[in-house]
């Protein structure tokens, strides 16, 4: 079984402060890992995805994320926070390509803050 | 492209009576998920088709709940007999593969 841990429901940054939403997992194969952000009265996004190869992933609004097997954790960062960047993010996981078709298991996700 | 799409957006309905959601997907997608969202939770998984055959159901869909995607195209989500607990924002998703699923806006549903 998948499972996903995100560390911290809340998270306060100030504007131009690095934004760091912590993510950590568990699965028993390779698992490909997602971060999806939610806003307001609208559906999940795709911010960045890893599957294989370069360890540090880079998705959109500025967003990047580092798989790190040793630590089972793929830590969302932001150099510089933005005012738009207020949302809920959350972590998901699913196994290579295994008998769970592509599956999501979410974290129960970070609600982020942005202070001017 | 249009995304996928979630009919109706929100659903108040009292305890007891049947519900029916539909999801539209992309229209190249041959796979598609339904979650279901709680206050304060990630979604959770309910179930899986591909094309029209729904290959995977997870323990949180009941009897009660039932699911279908005639002809491999847009996708029906009931619930009968509705219940408090049944209360949650049910979204959809639709992919052509492992790696990226896009979502609907979802429907809220309120069982009063």
């Known amino acids: 079984a998948q499972s996903v841990t995100q560390l911290g429901s809340h998270v306060s940054v100030s504007e131009g402060a690095l934004v760091l939403l912590r993510c950590n997992y568990s699965s028993s194969v390779p698992p490909y890992l997602f971060w999806y952000v939610q806003y307001p009265n609208q559906g999940l996004q795709l911010l960045l995805k890893?599957?294989?190869?370069?360890?540090l992933v880079k998705g959109i609004n500025g967003f990047e994320a580092e798989f790190k097997k040793s630590e089972t954790s793929f830590h969302l960062t932001k150099p510089s926070a933005h005012m738009s960047d207020a949302a809920e993010y959350f972590c998901a996981v699913s196994d290579a390509g295994g008998t769970s078709y592509g599956k999501l298991t979410f974290g129960q996700g970070t609600i982020l803050t942005v202070h001017p | 492209d249009t995304g996928v799409s979630q009919n109706p957006r929100h659903k108040i309905t009292k305890r007891g009576q049947n519900v029916t959601f539909r999801c539209d997907p992309i229209?190249?997608?041959?796979?598609l998920y339904w979650y279901r969202q709680t206050l304060g939770q990630g979604p959770e998984f309910l179930t899986y088709?591909?094309?029209?055959?729904?290959?995977?159901k997870s323990r949180l869909l009941s009897d009660r709940f039932s699911a279908e995607r005639p002809k491999g195209s847009f996708s029906t989500l009931e619930i009968q007999r509705t219940e408090q607990g049944d209360s949650a924002m049910y979204l959809c998703?639709?992919?052509?593969?492992?790696?990226?699923?896009?979502f609907g806006p979802g429907t809220r549903l309120t069982v009063t």
């Open positions: 998703a639709s992919s052509l593969d492992y790696l990226e699923q896009y």
């Open positions: 229209s190249e997608h041959n796979r």
């Open positions: 890893y599957t294989t190869g370069a360890t």
């Open positions: 088709f591909q094309n029209e055959a729904q290959l995977e």
